[in-house]
């Protein structure tokens, strides 16, 4: 039985669900929308993201204007809503980006 909880415990640990996304069904991480002005910046970001091709945990569009669904995305220079920086590894979440059908 020890041998049989240890093992349970290793694989639950090992599956993807333990390091999933905490985004959540509403379209926020930690409180916040991901939908709006993004500033890109180098040092201290609200969340660090990498850019996939697949297995994707957002499916981000870039619009110009009406940022105001989940997963559009208007880059800025000034006035962001929140800011992300571009990480290869340890990320917040993983994003692709898309020409249609954005969002969870």
């Known amino acids: 039985m020890k041998k049989f909880l240890i093992g349970f415990v290793f694989l639950f640990l090992l599956s993807g669900d333990v390091f999933a996304s905490q985004i959540s069904q509403s379209c926020t991480y930690n409180g916040v929308p991901l939908y709006g002005r993004v500033k890109v910046v180098n040092s201290f970001p609200d969340f660090k993201v990498k ?14 204007s009406f940022a105001n669904s989940c997963g559009r995305w208007q880059f800025v220079d000034s006035f962001p809503d929140f800011t992300i920086k ?3 590894s340890f990320e917040d ?4 980006f898309v020409n249609s059908f954005e969002g969870l």
């Open 51 to 64: 850019r996939v091709t697949s297995y994707a945990d957002l499916k981000v569009k870039e619009v110009t």
């Open 93 to 96: 979440f993983k994003i692709k």
């Open 86 to 88: 571009y990480v290869d």
